[in-house]
């Protein structure tokens, strides 16, 4: 994917609807001809001015503020001018029609901050840390994009990848001199710099794991069997009324979905129908659909009663394997006790009372942990899922290069390995990427961003 030269692009930069203020962002070569037909005269560079805009008749559609930012200095690279109208919406469609009578055509989602990547003006990381301070949906996660759009993430990255370019070009050296290959691939240097590495992979793993937690939070399902307290569980987690709640089983026919914030972790949380045989149809569906959700899950919290002291094992056996399991021992308060959680047992387990809130910030706890989230702190970055699958694939070629050189002594495959970890790497940052990768990065951006 590449900005097609000498095109133009507007849309409208401000949400859909009515707003006090909208804006409106042209970018391209035919940025100062359109505001000489629009405004009159181009603005001065980066000098708000207040100007009438107007149609092809000559007639005032608006009068607004208007922003110019010449190239090369302007979030894409190229000519930019911002036009900030009253926030009606079809206002604001008249004024984009206009900019495109003038040569201009509308925006691709994302195609701002696409041609701010191309242009060399963001990185790869730091045009989609736009679209995700947008989308942060905590003050944690915000902060993290903050930190990844000012270039600290990518900071990270490129470090990593100049250890593995620095201890590639040491092992080459190897390779050029092989009468003294054994004695260079058995020094502690080479050893020094190989743990070096791998410590380093380690950190950025970590760190990277954090930030993909804070952006794409988790998704957790609450199961059990009819009347264990799963809806009066997920009140009491939303904080308010979000499902309903009655003494007759089979209540929650459908997913009833809340979004909560457990100390900056986005917790995306799914009340289901409960487990069990049932003739009615619209029960059977709802089972079916709770089926569908745990095979997704992040996380299941499995809800059982207190007070019926049969055995789990059943109701295990209908969780997908490999999700991971919280069993929470729903209404303490009616068996009299302690909330909390259990001695250390093959699943963990946490008594609670949905009713009361005892032992709730206990499970709160337990699900961080579950998931391997701690709170943010100095330094956490944003991070997407194709990061840590670039990270992991740089990792696993670094991993199989210092198998070859303990096993074989082959410091040419080492060598190879670390050219395969290099491109992996910089994929991240967009240094290496196929057009493909980027269509679907900015595709996902809003219109007009």
Same mark, same amino acid.
């Given at each position: 994917?590449?900005?097609?030269?000498?095109?133009?692009?507007?849309?409208?930069?401000?949400?859909?609807?009515?707003?006090?203020?909208?804006?409106?962002?042209?970018?391209?070569?035919?940025?100062?001809?359109?505001?000489?037909?629009?405004?009159?005269?181009?603005?001065?560079?980066?000098?708000?001015?207040?100007? %009438?805009?107007?149609?092809?008749?000559?007639?005032? !559609?608006?009068?607004?503020?208007?922003?110019?930012?010449?190239?090369?200095?302007?979030?894409? @690279?190229? %000519?930019?001018?911002?036009?900030?109208?009253?926030?009606?919406?079809?206002?604001?469609?008249?004024?984009?029609?206009?900019?495109?009578?003038?040569?201009?055509?509308?925006?691709?989602?994302?195609?701002?901050?696409?041609?701010?990547?191309?242009?060399? /003006?963001?990185?790869?990381?730091?045009?989609?840390?736009?679209?995700?301070?947008?989308?942060?949906?905590?003050?944690?996660?915000?902060?993290?994009?903050?930190?990844?759009?000012?270039?600290?993430?990518?900071?990270?990255?490129?470090?990593?990848?100049?250890?593995?370019?620095?201890?590639?070009?040491?092992?080459?050296?190897?390779?050029?001199?092989?009468?003294?290959?054994? %004695?260079?691939?058995?020094?502690?240097?080479?050893?020094?710099?190989? &743990?070096?590495?791998?410590?380093?992979?380690?950190?950025?793993?970590?760190?990277?794991?954090?930030?993909?937690?804070?952006?794409?939070?988790?998704?957790?399902?609450?199961? @059990?069997?009819?009347?264990?307290? /799963?809806?009066?569980?997920?009140?009491?987690?939303?904080?308010?009324?979000?499902?309903?709640?009655?003494?007759?089983?089979?209540?929650?026919?459908?997913?009833?979905?809340?979004?909560? %914030?457990?100390?900056?972790?986005?917790?995306?949380?799914? $009340?289901?129908?409960?487990?069990?045989?049932?003739?009615?149809?619209?029960?059977?569906?709802?089972?079916?659909?709770?089926?569908?959700? !745990?095979?997704?899950?992040?996380?299941?919290?499995?809800?059982?009663?207190?007070?019926?002291?049969?055995?789990?094992?059943?109701?295990?056996?209908?969780?997908?394997?490999?999700?991971?399991?919280?069993?929470?021992?729903? &209404?303490? $308060?009616?068996?009299?006790?302690?909330?909390?959680?259990?001695?250390?047992?093959?699943?963990?387990?946490?008594?609670?009372?949905?009713?009361?809130?005892?032992?709730?910030?206990?499970?709160?706890?337990?699900? &961080?942990?579950?998931?391997?989230?701690?709170?943010?702190?100095?330094?956490?970055?944003?991070?997407?899922?194709?990061?840590? $699958?670039?990270?992991?694939?740089?990792?696993?070629?670094?991993?199989?290069?210092?198998?070859?050189? /303990?096993?074989?002594?082959?410091?040419?495959?080492?060598?190879?390995?670390?050219?395969?970890?290099?491109?992996?790497?910089?994929?991240?940052?967009?240094?290496?990427?196929?057009?493909?990768?980027?269509?679907?990065?900015?595709?996902?951006?809003?219109?007009? /961003?």
């Amino acid at each position: 994917m590449s900005a097609t030269p000498g095109t133009t692009i507007v849309a409208r930069a401000t949400p859909a609807g009515r707003g006090g203020v909208g804006i409106v962002r042209v970018s391209g070569p035919r940025v100062r001809a359109i505001a000489d037909a629009v405004l009159g005269s181009c603005p001065q560079p980066r000098v708000a001015t207040l100007r %009438d805009f107007r149609d092809a008749a000559g007639q005032t !559609l608006d009068t607004g503020l208007a922003l110019y930012f010449p190239c090369p200095h302007s979030f894409t @690279g190229e %000519d930019v001018l911002e036009l900030q109208a009253h926030g009606g919406p079809v206002l604001l469609d008249m004024l984009v029609e206009r900019i495109v009578e003038l040569g201009a055509r509308p925006a691709r989602p994302g195609e701002f901050s696409e041609r701010a990547f191309l242009n060399d /003006k963001l990185d790869l990381i730091q045009a989609e840390a736009v679209a995700d301070l947008i989308d942060a949906g905590s003050r944690a996660a915000t902060r993290a994009a903050q930190r990844s759009l000012a270039g600290e993430f990518s900071a990270a990255i490129l470090g990593l990848n100049e250890q593995v370019t620095a201890l590639r070009i040491y092992v080459e050296a190897a390779i050029d001199f092989p009468e003294e290959e054994i %004695d260079f691939l058995a020094t502690e240097e080479l050893r020094r710099r190989l &743990k070096g590495v791998a410590d380093e992979f380690t950190r950025i793993e970590t760190v990277a794991r954090q930030g993909r937690l804070l952006r794409d939070g988790i998704h957790v399902v609450l199961a @059990g069997r009819p009347n264990s307290g /799963k809806s009066s569980l997920l009140n009491r987690l939303a904080g308010y009324e979000a499902a309903i709640v009655t003494d007759q089983p089979g209540t929650t026919r459908d997913l009833v979905r809340e979004q909560l %914030d457990i100390d900056g972790l986005p917790v995306h949380i799914v $009340d289901t129908a409960g487990l069990r045989e049932t003739s009615d149809v619209i029960e059977q569906e709802g089972v079916r659909r709770t089926r569908g959700q !745990l095979a997704v899950a992040d996380l299941a919290l499995l809800v059982v009663d207190a007070s019926d002291s049969g055995p789990m094992e059943e109701l295990l056996a209908e969780l997908p394997a490999g999700v991971p399991v919280i069993v929470v021992r729903n &209404k303490i $308060d009616m068996t009299g006790e302690s909330p909390g959680l259990a001695a250390p047992m093959e699943l963990p387990l946490v008594r609670l009372s949905a009713r009361t809130g005892a032992g709730l910030d206990e499970l709160r706890t337990l699900i &961080k942990a579950r998931v391997g989230y701690s709170e943010p702190v100095e330094g956490t970055m944003i991070a997407r899922q194709r990061h840590l $699958d670039s990270i992991r694939r740089a990792r696993q070629h670094f991993d199989a290069g210092c198998e070859q050189l /303990k096993l074989n002594r082959a410091g040419e495959l080492l060598a190879e390995e670390l050219r395969a970890a290099q491109l992996a790497l910089a994929e991240i940052t967009g240094e290496f990427t196929s057009d493909d990768l980027l269509g679907e990065i900015f595709g996902r951006f809003c219109i007009g /961003k």
